[in-house]
């Protein structure tokens, strides 16, 4: 494969492109990010956004809240900086870790902060997941609609205008670009754009309703909500990210300083290299594992890419945690198979028809990954409720 000569991202990456010296425009993005945006005027912009809503409806804004890094320091970011008084939003995916409940609460009450939290129905949650995994090789669907889309709803029903979010996906990806000098509003374009997979409520409800006793209100949480009763509220819907620099590793510092929170192991990732990155989810190994089968890399070349861009490692050294961690399987397998009821050569079916070329993952050489300390403690499917419940004909 193809790779980036400074970061190493390959060409299966998504919205990936190399100029002629073999650097991607991501490395490009980061390079505009750190000489070329003035970021005293951004900080600007952002005091005229805060001060416009502040203390006129019955919070200053809506943070939605993962409890991880982002989530986390964007939240203490706006308390401590701003003196706003938010409601933090938590849409819960259903996989979420010890460690990850401990921080929340800790920070929940170090800031002083009203919190709602959000569980959509599980039975659906499994069958969106199959679903989304079949279509499109990528079980989070539920999670990503619903994280996006739920808090936009609250803002509607509390008429609170301003949803502020943490990191802007340019971080990342090249679908906004820091160069355009345009900020990205977290919006129904951006969510159709790379959010739901090309997979709106209204798809998904006919994809699955066949086999599975759908009440037509079970996918309002994955809904977006219409664009016109979003207007009519003058909603603004931004990234913290697009305001300040981001810097992951000195944000995670700063909280683990502020608010004593903690990292945690994660499945087929180095634990002592990055022990802050996707904490919160029980299915994250999962997810990282169907990335690698998929397109031939996973967090850690993500990671990698990110501190290479940086200067915070050396080529060989980001080779060889690559080489030690990535591809393994996850011991979060097992549970995941229990919840959708699949066997695991169903599974390798499944994520074989969406490969991305010219990757060609290599199933009979993939070792183990190790598992986390509270792996125990993840939720086990009963043997009567594994698998989908199927319609009553
Ligand atoms: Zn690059």
């Known amino acids: 494969m193809i790779r980036c000569t400074k970061c190493g991202l390959p060409e299966t990456y998504e919205t990936i492109e190399y100029d002629d010296r073999g650097i991607c425009n991501i ?37 939605p809240f993962s409890g991880g890094k982002d989530s986390t320091f964007t939240l203490y970011y706006l308390v401590k900086e701003f003196k706003l008084k938010p409601l933090v939003m938590q849409f819960n995916h259903g996989f979420m870790r010890p460690t990850l409940l401990k921080n929340n609460e800790r920070t929940f009450k170090k800031l002083g902060v009203d919190v709602m939290s959000f569980t959509p129905n599980w039975k659906v949650v499994k069958r969106l997941m199959l679903e989304a995994l079949i279509r499109k090789g990528d079980f989070c669907w539920h999670c990503h609609t619903g994280i996006f889309s739920y808090p936009m709803h609250i803002a509607l029903k509390f008429q609170v205008p301003l949803v502020i979010w943490g990191e802007p996906s340019s971080e990342y990806t090249a679908y906004y670009d820091y160069r355009e000098d345009e900020i990205e509003e977290v919006d129904e374009t951006r969510f159709n754009r790379f959010i739901n997979l090309g997979i709106t409520a209204e798809d998904m409800s006919g994809m699955i309703s066949d086999d599975f006793e759908l009440d037509p209100r079970d996918l309002a949480p994955y809904t977006y909500p219409e664009t016109r009763a979003l207007k009519r509220l003058r909603y603004r819907s931004i990234c913290l990210g697009s305001f300040i620099p981001w810097d992951v590793k000195r944000q995670v510092a700063q909280i683990q300083e502020a608010l004593d929170w903690r990292g945690d192991q994660v499945e087929g990732m180095p634990w002592d290299a990055y022990p802050y990155e996707k904490i919160e989810c029980s299915m994250q190994g999962v997810r990282d594992y169907i990335k690698y089968l998929k397109r031939g890399y996973g967090r850690v070349t993500q990671m990698t890419a990110l501190d290479l861009r940086n200067g915070r490692v050396e080529k060989p050294d980001a080779k060889r945690l690559i080489e030690d961690f990535e591809g393994r399987r996850p011991p979060s397998l097992d549970l995941f198979l229990e919840y959708l009821g699949l066997s695991e050569i169903e599974f390798n079916q499944i994520v074989s028809r969406t490969i991305v070329p010219p990757f060609q993952p290599d199933f009979e050489a993939i070792e183990a990954a190790l598992k986390t300390w509270d792996f125990e403690e993840w939720y086990r499917e009963p043997q009567s409720d594994r ?4 319609r009553s004909v």
């Open 27 to 63: 490395c490009h993005q980061k390079d505009f990010k750190d000489e070329a945006i003035d970021w005293a005027a951004r900080r600007k912009i952002l005091e005229g956004i805060v001060e416009e809503h502040r203390g006129k409806y019955d919070y200053d804004c809506i943070v």
């Open 387 to 390: 698998g989908i419940p199927k």
